[in-house]
């Protein structure tokens, strides 16, 4: 059974830098490929970032270009999001989702498009 689990949320100030990771368990990772999507309070869940299944092609929301990177690394079965310069519409829960695609460059934004996903790590960014 495929297990996701995010980690690294917490409460920072804008300005400062978080890092999440999700940590995929039950197949190897590399057979997936892997989008982070975020909800705040009232708001539909909304695509932040993606990596490919080999980590050779990834994209970015508008709203955190430059602020946000997204890597993995297979070895420890994890896919990791590091972002700075919060914001305080940074807020939100943020979870990872992943989709079996290996072998396929294409990133996947839309929510339908992922079979496994996390519980979730709150991100609080205080003013």
């Known amino acids: 059974q495929v297990r996701l689990v995010e980690s690294g949320g917490g409460l920072v100030r804008a300005g400062g830098s978080l890092r999440l990771s999700c940590t995929i368990s039950?197949?190897?990772?590399?057979?997936?490929?892997v989008g982070w999507f975020r909800q705040a309070p009232g708001k539909e869940r909304e695509f932040v970032a993606g990596i490919n299944w080999n980590g050779a092609n990834t994209k970015v929301a508008d709203s955190v270009k430059g602020r946000l990177t997204i890597s993995r690394d297979d070895a420890k079965n994890a896919v990791y999001v590091g972002m700075t310069r919060l914001k305080p519409e940074d807020a939100a829960v943020y979870y990872c989702?992943?989709?079996?695609?290996?072998?396929?460059?294409?990133?996947?934004?839309?929510?339908?498009?992922?079979?496994?996903w996390g519980q979730g790590t709150q991100i609080t960014v205080s003013s």
């Open positions: 989702a992943a989709r079996s695609a290996p072998f396929r460059t294409q990133i996947f934004t839309e929510s339908t498009s992922y079979n496994y």
């Open positions: 039950g197949r190897s990772a590399d057979n997936f490929g």
